[in-house]
């Protein structure tokens, strides 16, 4: 992944969505216009579509990382790998399987939510 920071929300109401993978939080808008940051190869920014399969607006908590290699709190949350950005701490939805099966095939880890 590379350092550029993600975008952060430019708003925080409801139209704030989750990477079902990374669970970057940004709005529709912006990961319609530039994708998930951690996760090129979803090509959001291409296929409109896509954002509604790899977005979740159903998640927990929200933490901003400003350098996920030197927060503790990033590695607990096991996304210190990611840029810096907003993150939720947990997404309530899994990927659909076509896509769980693209993670598969680019060699991506996937971990689907715990069940609680």
Known sequence: ??????Q???SFGHELRACLRCRLVKTYDQFRES?????PFFKMDEDHERVVDC??????????????????????LRIARYV???Y????????PEDLKNLCEDENIPY??????
């Not at 971990?111 to 609680?116: E, L, T």
């Open 55 to 76: 977005t979740t607006p159903n998640f927990t908590g929200l933490i901003s990382i400003m350098d996920p290699t030197r927060s503790w709190a990033a590695r607990w």
């Open 35 to 39: 994708g998930c940051e951690n996760c």
């Open 8 to 10: 952060i929300p430019t």
């Open 84 to 86: 810096p950005g907003c």
């Open 1 to 6: 992944m590379g350092s550029q920071p993600a």
């Open 88 to 95: 939720t701490l947990a997404v309530s939805e899994a990927l």
């Open 111 to 116: 971990a689907p939510p715990k069940r609680i």
